[in-house]
Every structure is written in C-alpha cells, then in structure tokens.
C-alpha cells in the first residue's frame, strides 16, 4: 500500500510528535570523557590539535571531575603522559605513575566517578610504540606481562575498570588472569576489540605524545578495509573475559558497530575519536556548519548502528547543550 494512504509527513508534524515516534534518544547516561594528565603542577594546557581539550596536571584534575559530576557526566577514560619515557614504557605500571596518582586523587575526592583507564604503553615508550620493540618489531608475548601489570597498578591504585588499547594477541586474558590472582575478580574490562589503523587518530597523538618513532602500528591495529575479521576480534576478547568491546574509530566504522550489536550481548562502546571531534570542531570554527547538530547527529548515528556506550570528547559539550534544552 504506498501514497496516498501512506503520508509519511503525517508523524513528523511537530516537535511533540517526532519525540513521540523517535527511535533512538542520546542521554549523557551512556557518555564517557576522556582526560589527560600530564606533569606539573597547576598545569591546565590546552592540547594544540584538540580546540577545547587539556592537560591537567593531577594536582587540578579534580576541578575538571567536579564540572564533568556537575553536568552528570557518569564516566572518564584517563590517559598519562609521563614525566619520562624508556624502552619499556616503565611508568606505565609504576606505583607512582601519573595515571596512578591521578586514579587515586580524583576516587578520593569523586568515589561516585566511574574511573576506567586506558591501558597501553606507547604513552611511555620511548619508541612510541604500543609494546616491546625487538630488532625493530613490536613483540606480543612480552608485551603482555607489561600489559598485565599496567592494569593491575592501575587497579591497585582504585580503577573502576581498565580498557587495554594496545591490540596484542591474548591481552585480555592475560590481564583477566592478573586481576583474579590479585583479588580485582570484579573488576571490568573493557577492552578496544576492533581498533583499527585509523588517521582519525592523528589529533591524539598531540595529546597523548605517543606518535610512532618508526613505522606504524599496523602490524598490530587491525586493517580499516576487514569487517569480518572484526567479529573475529571481538569474539576472542569476549572468549577472553571482556565485559564490554569497543570499535573503534566510530564513524567511519558504523558497520561494524551495527555487526558487533547484530552478533553478541555484551555492551559494545564505541569511540568518537580525536579525528572525528576535530572535523567537526573546524568545521564550526570555519561556520562551514552547526556544531552542536553535526555533533549530535554524530552521536545518535553511532547510537542507533547499536553502540550503548560513546567515548567521545563531546561528552561536556552534549551535556551542556541537553542542559540549555
Ligand atoms: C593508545 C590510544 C590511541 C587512542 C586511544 N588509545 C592512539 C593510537 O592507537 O594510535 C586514540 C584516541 C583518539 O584518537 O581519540 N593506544
């Protein structure tokens, strides 16, 4: 049966009644804000490449948690910079690491704050690289002992949960094995399942300094053409104990989001990358368009191809914008 029985303006009459029909709403329920803590004292540094993103040094971090508890912002994913790098990314499962002072600074202060943390190591290496370099090759089974270790410090330090980002082979597990032997049997992971080789994270590695000195990391991050393959991965990261997987990048990856949602029952997270916030950011500055409808389109595309949580830079300035009406 087709027009002109069928009308479908009929329901998009009013605002009222679009609300009443509308499929998917964004809420800053399902939001998650990365933060960056860099050395120093009272330091809040814009980062160059992210207009409206800072470093803070841990001693003022909490200011930013207490604007982000203020607009209902219920998570973060925190990321260091090291005052020093080395080899083997020591800092990055030091005890008194930057990541690990800043866990237990802003739990203190915000025991409410779901605190997950990024586990990787190419923040602290020197090489830039997301694990151990061998004769000029990023190593897999040695890297996971560090990588182990970096999230059971980060959990000894009072994480909610640790999101490994490195994409080694059996990282899930080999943290999941640390975890239980340490007690932290409750603790999530959330692990970067299908992370692919993206350009969109060009903008971050101003943020997190962590730029490859050599090559680039896709011997380890998966292919952006394979889509199959990131089923694959993200079964085995189920099969190894992940309680959450995410894509990412999200928007040029909205297919496997939509697979990911298709296929498995776990919570599946997405992550709006620093590439993806900075097109837009620019675009607005140019007043090319609108920012907060890019933005929200944005976010509600990644929402209804079935991610039920966004990691997204956004997250203070939907929030602000829902509180605004
Ligand atoms: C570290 C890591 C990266 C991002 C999150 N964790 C960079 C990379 O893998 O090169 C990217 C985040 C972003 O672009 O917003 N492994």
Redesign the pocket.
């Known amino acids: 049966m087709g027009f002109p029985i069928n009308r479908m303006r009929r329901l998009r009459g009013s605002e009222n009644l679009r609300k009443l029909v509308r499929e998917y709403t964004l809420s800053v329920d399902n939001l998650i804000y990365?933060i960056f803590v860099a050395p120093g004292l009272d330091v809040k540094l814009q980062v160059p490449s992210m207009p409206g993103v800072y470093h803070f040094s841990v001693d003022v971090v909490n200011h930013e948690i207490e604007e982000l508890t203020k607009l209902g912002i219920p998570a973060i994913l925190l990321?260091g910079i090291p005052s020093s790098k080395d080899d083997c990314g020591s800092e990055a499962y030091a005890h008194d690491g930057i990541v690990q002072r800043a866990i237990a600074t802003i739990k203190q202060s915000f025991p409410e704050m779901v605190v997950i943390t990024?586990v990787?190591l190419?923040?602290y290496t020197s090489h830039g690289h997301?694990g151990v370099v061998r004769n000029g090759k990023v190593v897999n089974d040695e890297t996971l002992e560090l990588i182990a270790r970096t999230a059971l410090s980060h959990a000894e330090a009072g994480a909610d949960m640790v999101a490994p980002?490195?994409m080694m082979d059996g990282r899930v597990m080999a943290i999941r094995e640390i975890l239980d032997e340490n007690g932290f049997s409750e603790l999530p992971i959330m692990s970067?399942a299908a992370?692919f080789a993206s350009a969109?994270?060009?903008?971050?590695?101003d943020?997190?300094d962590?730029a490859p000195q050599f090559g680039d990391?896709s011997s380890y991050?998966m292919d952006p053409p394979n889509r199959r393959e990131a089923l694959k991965e993200i079964a085995l990261d189920i099969d190894e104990g992940a309680d959450i997987v995410m894509i990412?990048?999200a928007l040029a990856y909205l297919d496997i989001i939509s697979d990911a949602r298709a296929n498995f029952d776990v919570p599946i997270a997405a992550?709006n990358?620093?590439?993806e916030?900075c097109m837009i950011k620019a675009a607005a500055e140019k007043r090319y368009a609108d920012e907060r409808r890019m933005a929200t389109e944005v976010l509600t595309s990644i929402k209804r191809a079935g991610a039920d949580l966004i990691i997204t830079?956004f997250a203070k300035d939907y929030a602000m914008w829902s509180k605004s009406g």
């Open positions: 990365p990321f990024d990787c190419c923040e997301c980002s490195d970067y992370k969109f994270y060009g903008p971050f590695r943020a997190a962590c990391r991050q990412k990048p992550y990358v620093s590439g916030y830079y």
